[in-house]
């Protein structure tokens, strides 16, 4: 298994920017696709973002489409997610994910490895 430590939450208001990190660990951590999800109070984990093993294609969910960008530095063992134009839907608790393949889904049955959340809020 692979772990992870995600950073980088916390309160902006609507229109801010956040930047999350997520360190990873473990030997085949570089080889896996990996993937931000969220989970607002009430609602299902959601997938936000992933990116390929090899950092060359990236894919979002249609809300966050032209304002997230995930991106991984293998070298460093991290993967980033910028947040722009942040409304307040966005709120949630944000967690990275590392994926059983080099590509990963949308789907959370396709992770295995899990970090603990950070919390981002978007004021309105």
């Known amino acids: 298994q692979v772990q992870l430590v995600e950073s980088g939450g916390g309160l902006v208001q609507a229109g801010g920017s956040l930047r999350l990190s997520c360190a990873a660990s473990g030997r085949t951590s570089s080889s896996r696709a990996m993937a931000w999800f969220r989970q607002a109070p009430g609602k299902e984990r959601e997938f936000v973002a992933r990116i390929f093993a090899s950092a060359g294609r990236a894919y979002y969910a249609d809300s966050v489409e032209g304002r997230f960008t995930i991106s991984r530095d293998n070298a460093k063992n991290m993967i980033y997610l910028q947040m722009n134009s942040l409304k307040p839907e966005d709120t949630a608790v944000y967690y990275c994910?590392?994926?059983?393949?080099?590509?990963?889904?949308?789907?959370?049955?396709?992770?295995?490895?899990w970090g603990q959340g950070t919390q981002a809020t978007v004021s309105s």
């Open positions: 994910a590392a994926a059983k393949g080099s590509r990963g889904s949308d789907n959370v049955r396709d992770y295995d490895s």
